[in-house]
Nanobody, 123 residues
Framework: QVQAMESGGGLVQAGGSLRLSCIAS????????MGWFRQAPGKEREGVSC????????YYGDSVKGRFTISRDNIKNTLYLQMNSLKPEDTAMYYC????????????????WGQGTQVTVSS
């Protein structure tokens, strides 16, 4: 069973920055493309960004391109998301999970979602 522990969320003003981290265990981290997903109240979970196991390929959702940067440290089994120029519409719970860097979708059959980390952006 995969265990993902997300952290780094918080309350920030529009235009501010946050850096999210996710430590994943229960899988061979370096062998999987990993990504970030978010879910706002009343909305479906959406793919934000995904990075291949090697870091050579990245996917970004249209709403975050040019503002967010995904990275990973395969030695530390840790995934990161640097979020700059935050907007109120970025407010959501953020989760990490295995993904496809082609389209940002969660890996088929994955259901071991962690607690997530809350990001709230005030206007």
């Amino acid at each position: 069973q995969v265990q993902a522990m997300e952290s780094g969320g918080g309350l920030v003003q529009a235009g501010g920055s946050l850096r999210l981290s996710c430590i994943a265990s229960g899988l061979t981290f370096a062998a999987y493309s990993m990504g970030w997903f978010r879910q706002a109240p009343g909305k479906e979970r959406e793919g934000v960004s995904c990075i291949s196991w090697s870091g050579d390929s990245r996917y970004y959702g249209d709403s975050v391109k040019g503002r967010f940067t995904i990275s990973r440290d395969n030695i530390k089994n840790t995934l990161y998301l640097q979020m700059n120029s935050l907007k109120p519409e970025d407010t959501a719970m953020y989760y990490c999970a295995p993904c496809s860097p082609l389209d940002g979708r969660v890996r088929f059959g994955y259901n071991d979602w962690g607690q997530g980390t809350q990001v709230t952006v005030s206007s």
